[in-house]
């Protein structure tokens, strides 16, 4: 038995006119690979031109839960089939042509596959593992798409390729959510004052507070000398200023240090969270 497959983002949308299509696949794992890709990056519209052996378990294993993918594929004996009633097709190439052929990188082939996606279906064609696709195979496709990879090492494994394909298609498909209704996937959060972060950022008076404490906290546990002060607190104001500290933060830190104040017997004359703010954070999103 496959593993049951996890649901799509969504069908009859842009991403099912974009068509992956396979030409004579010869392990069947790489298709349920293919097809993993494929739901990684929210595509479901596989066609396979004459596979050597599909359906099997072998591509069911590997789909890893995408196997709604391979249910939905439609297999077909010949390429033309698998084009016909195409706008646009384009055939992935890693090798140079005796006659200039238009060629695309990863990107601008993404870009171009998905403007003509609004008008109707789009075919991006991989050929076989051992040698790719044909001269007349390459010369059904309007355009080439070439994977930059290094020159050195240069062959990816066909799940590989569909990937690259995939995620920049993605990636547009995110970019216009994100004008249109605003996308979560896309925006950065890497601090506090940003959208999607969980608290406020600390004020500047709520760090001057913490800062007058760690440096009280650090001579009552004789690690800092007020008479011989050097650098330590400077550094460590820059440290954490660094760090743009959010509220909670503050709390936590001032909470550690009342508590290496108290370890140490000495008691802490300055004013610190009180003790459900110290609590709250200490439980928050699983702390202890």
């Known amino acids: 038995m496959h593993k049951p497959a996890l649901p799509l983002e969504g069908t009859d949308t842009y991403n099912d006119r974009i068509r992956i299509v396979l030409v004579e696949t010869s392990h069947s794992g790489n298709i349920g690979a293919v097809a993993r890709a494929m739901k990684n990056m929210g595509l479901g519209n596989l066609w396979l031109v004459n596979p050597r052996s599909f359906p099997d378990e072998a591509s069911y294993a590997r789909s890893s839960g995408a196997s709604d993918v391979l249910d939905r594929a439609r297999v077909v004996t010949t390429l033309d089939e698998a084009i016909d009633d195409c706008l646009l097709v384009m055939g992935t190439s890693a090798r140079?042509?005796?006659?200039?052929?238009?060629?695309?990188?990863?990107?601008?082939?993404?870009?171009?596959?998905?403007?003509?996606?609004?008008?109707?279906?789009?075919?991006?064609?991989?050929?076989?593992?051992?040698?790719?696709?044909?001269?007349?195979?390459?010369?059904?496709?309007?355009?080439?798409?070439?994977?930059?990879?290094?020159?050195?090492?240069?062959?990816?494994?066909?799940?590989?390729?569909?990937?690259?394909?995939?995620?920049?298609?993605?990636?547009?498909?995110?970019?216009?959510?994100?004008?249109?209704?605003?996308?979560?996937?896309?925006?950065?959060?890497?601090?506090?004052?940003?959208?999607?972060?969980?608290?406020?950022?600390?004020?500047?008076?709520?760090?001057?507070?913490?800062?007058?404490?760690?440096?009280?906290?650090?001579v009552d546990i004789e690690f800092h000398r007020?008479?011989?002060?050097?650098?330590?607190?400077?550094?460590?104001?820059?440290?954490?200023?660094?760090?743009?500290?959010?509220?909670?933060?503050?709390?936590?830190?001032?909470?550690?240090?009342?508590?290496?104040?108290?370890?140490?017997?000495?008691?802490?004359d300055q004013p610190r969270p009180s003790d459900a703010q110290v609590s709250e954070a200490g439980q928050e999103k699983g702390h202890v």
């Open 96 to 218: 140079g042509r005796k006659v200039p052929w238009p060629v695309m990188a990863p990107p601008e082939a993404a870009a171009t596959a998905s403007r003509v996606a609004a008008d109707g279906q789009v075919a991006l064609v991989f050929g076989r593992e051992s040698n790719g696709l044909s001269n007349d195979e390459l010369q059904r496709c309007h355009h080439h798409i070439h994977i930059p990879s290094n020159p050195e090492y240069s062959s990816l494994n066909l799940a590989m390729a569909v990937q690259v394909l995939c995620y920049e298609l993605r990636m547009l498909y995110l970019r216009n959510l994100e004008q249109g209704q605003g996308s979560p996937y896309l925006g950065s959060v890497t601090g506090p004052g940003e959208a999607g972060w969980d608290v406020a950022p600390a004020t500047v008076r709520e760090v001057e507070g913490f800062f007058e404490h760690l440096e009280q906290a650090l």
């Open 226 to 268: 007020r008479d011989n002060p050097g650098q330590l607190m400077t550094r460590l104001r820059r440290l954490y200023q660094r760090a743009r500290l959010d509220q909670m933060e503050v709390n936590i830190l001032r909470g550690i240090l009342s508590a290496a104040q108290k370890a140490a017997g000495k008691a802490s």
